[in-house]
């Protein structure tokens, strides 16, 4: 990807089978440009906030959803959601909970700090393809999100 092309979607994910699963499910939908792909929560706040190896890029040159694990190392995901949540410049950015976390707590905390949907991950490669394809084509394809200034 051009470093100066707008990312349409933020891959939150450590986990390197899940990960390779999304990105061959997005592929396989044709949603799979402009995905920049972060392995902790510390890297996706430097990549949200343009911050650290990702000092000068512009908050408003995306993303325009981030799929976002909830388990990851150095920053964990409810934390990574609270700050893109609480910051004006990132707070309208769509962010889905993609995880394997069934747990109650997880989910209720999500929505109270202002997640736009909560997906737990299905464990067949189908269904998870499927729900990969259905976020990308409904937050890129039919979802009208406000503009965001940096």
Excluded: C
Excluded at 17 to 33: F, G, I, M, P, W
Excluded at 56 to 77: Q, T
Aim: glycine fraction near 6%; proline fraction near 6%.
């Amino acid at each position: 990807m051009n470093k100066t092309d707008p990312v349409k979607i933020l891959l939150v994910e450590d986990n390197p089978q899940d990960l390779e699963l999304a990105l061959r499910a997005l592929q396989k939908a044709k949603v799979s440009n402009h995905i920049e792909v972060v392995r902790d929560g510390a890297e996706a706040l430097e990549f949200i906030f343009g911050e650290g190896a990702y000092a000068g890029r512009k908050i408003s040159d995306g993303p325009k959803v981030i799929l976002l694990d909830l388990k990851l190392p150095k920053v964990d995901g409810l934390e990574v959601l609270k700050r893109i949540k609480s910051d004006p410049r990132t707070k309208m950015i769509p962010v889905v909970v993609l995880t394997s976390s069934k747990e109650q707590r997880d989910v209720v905390e999500s929505y109270q700090l202002g997640v736009n949907s909560y997906i737990v991950k299905p464990v067949n490669f189908e269904r998870f393809a499927e729900a990969v394809r259905d976020l990308g084509f409904y937050w890129l394809l039919l979802n009208q999100p406000p503009k965001v200034v940096d």
